[in-house]
C-alpha cells in the first residue's frame, strides 16, 4: 500500500518520487493531524498552527517509506526469502528500524531548532527527543510489516510458478520419453516377425508389409499426441489384429464391440501395446486359438484375451507394454489401468479420458 508508488521502471534516485508516491504519504500526513487535533481543519487559523507539524509528518513518511522501499530492494538481491527466509527477516527489520530512528531523529532535530525554534544546538535535549521518535518509529514498523509481507508474497508465488512451470516441463519431457519408446519398439517387433515370415511365407510377408505400412502411418500421425480419440484407437486396433490375423491365420481370434457414439480419449498406441503383449505371452495357433474380445464398459475399454502362456518365448520381454500405459495414464490423469488376471484369461481395463 505505501510501497505502492516507490518502483517503477527508472532507476531508483532519492528525490525521484512518483506521484502516487507523494499522493500517498501526504494522505498519511494528513490522517495522522486530524487524528491529533481535528478541530484544527475547521478553520484556517487552525490549519495555520498545524501545517508545520503536517510538513514534518510527510516528510517522516516519505523517508520512512522510500527507505523501505530501498531496504526491499537491497535485500531482493543480496538475500532472497527463497533461500534465506529468517535471515533475511532479521537482518531487514533491523537495518530498516535502525535507518527509521536516525532519520526519525535528525528530522526532528531539524524541526524543533530551525522549522519551529524552541530550541538551539547548544541547549537541546538530545536524550528527551528520544521520546519524540516513538511514533515515528511505530509508523516504520507498520511500513515494514507491509513491504516485507509483500516481498516475501511477491517471491513466494513467483517461485511457486516457477516450480509448477518445471513440474510441466517435466511431466511433459517423461511423456514424450514414454511416447519415444512406442514408434521403435513397434517397429523392432513387426521387423522381427517380418524377417521370420520371409524365410517360411514369402507371399504372406509380402501382405504383411502391405499391411504394415498403413498401420505404421498411423503410428507417425499419433506420436506427438498426448491422447487419441476411442474411435482412431479402436480402428488402429483392428488393423493392427488384421496384420497379425496375416500371421496366425485362424489361430488369431478377435471381435471388437464398440458403439459408433461412444466417446473418450486414451493414450496413443495403448491398444497396440495390449495386443502385442497378449499375442507376445500366448500361444496363437489352429488348434489352440488366442482369443481377443475389445469391448467397452461403463466408460472403460477392456482388453481381454484367454489364458494359454506360451512354455518358452523366444526373446525377452523389453517391459515396455504395460509398464508403459501404466505410466502414461499416471502422467495425465488420477485415473488408472487395472489389470486382472484369473487363470483362464488375462483382462486390461483402460479408462476412457476426458479432453481438457
Not at 491529533?36 to 523517508?63: H, M, N, Q, R
Not at 535535549?125 to 509481507?149: E, G, H, R, Y
Not at 503410428?219 to 500371421?247: C, G
Amino acid at each position: 500500500m505505501i510501497g505502492s508508488g516507490l518502483k517503477d521502471n527508472t532507476p531508483n534516485k532519492f528525490w525521484n518520487f512518483s506521484p502516487g508516491f507523494i499522493g500517498v504519504n501526504l494522505v498519511i500526513s494528513f490522517v495522522l493531524a486530524f487524528s491529533f487535533c481535528p478541530a484544527c481543519f475547521t478553520s484556517v487559523e487552525g490549519f495555520k498552527k498545524i501545517w508545520d507539524s503536517l510538513l514534518l509528518t510527510f516528510l517522516l513518511s516519505s523517508a520512512l517509506s522510500y527507505g523501505g522501499s530501498v531496504a526491499e530492494d537491497y535485500f531482493d538481491k543480496r538475500m532472497p526469502w527463497i533461500h534465506f527466509p529468517a535471515k533475511r527477516l532479521v537482518f531487514e527489520t533491523v537495518a530498516y528500524m535502525v535507518y527509521a530512528f536516525c532519520v526519525s531523529y535528525a528530522l526532528i532535530v531539524i524541526f524543533v531548532v530551525w522549522i519551529r525554534p524552541r530550541y538551539t544546538l547548544e541547549t537541546l535535549p538530545w536524550k528527551l527527543l528520544v521520546q519524540d521518535t516513538k511514533l515515528p518509529m511505530i509508523l516504520a514498523f507498520i511500513i515494514s510489516a507491509i513491504l516485507i509481507s509483500r516481498s516475501f508474497l511477491v517471491e513466494w508465488r513467483k517461485a511457486a510458478i516457477e516450480a509448477e512451470q518445471l513440474k510441466t516441463e517435466r511431466y511433459a519431457q517423461q511423456y514424450q520419453s514414454l511416447k519415444d519408446q512406442l514408434n521403435p519398439h513397434f517397429l523392432f517387433n513387426s521387423l522381427n516377425v517380418l524377417s521370420n515370415l520371409v524365410y517360411d511365407n514369402p507371399d504372406t510377408a509380402a501382405k504383411f508389409i502391405s499391411q504394415l505400412s498403413k498401420i505404421y502411418r498411423y503410428v507417425l500421425d499419433v506420436q506427438h499426441e498426448e491422447l487419441v480419440p476411442l474411435a482412431k484407437e479402436s480402428e488402429f486396433a483392428e488393423n493392427y489384429l488384421a496384420l497379425q490375423k496375416i500371421r496366425f491365420e485362424e489361430g488369431l481370434q478377435y471381435t471388437i464391440s464398440i458403439d459408433k457414439d461412444a466417446t473418450g480419449f486414451l493414450p496413443p498406441l495403448s491398444l497396440q501395446l495390449l495386443l502385442e503383449n497378449a499375442i507376445k505371452h500366448n500361444v496363437a495357433s489352429k488348434a489352440n486359438p488366442l482369443k481377443v474380445d475389445i469391448f467397452v464398459k461403463d466408460d472403460v475399454l477392456v482388453v481381454k484375451n484367454n489364458l494359454q502362456s506360451k512354455s518358452s518365448m523366444p526373446g525377452e520381454s523389453a517391459g515396455i507394454g504395460l509398464a508403459n500405459i501404466h505410466k502414461r495414464y499416471a502422467l495425465l490423469s488420477n485415473q488408472n489401468m487395472m489389470v486382472k488376471e484369473d487363470g483362464a484369461y488375462f483382462e486390461v481395463s483402460l479408462p476412457l479420458l476426458k479432453m481438457n
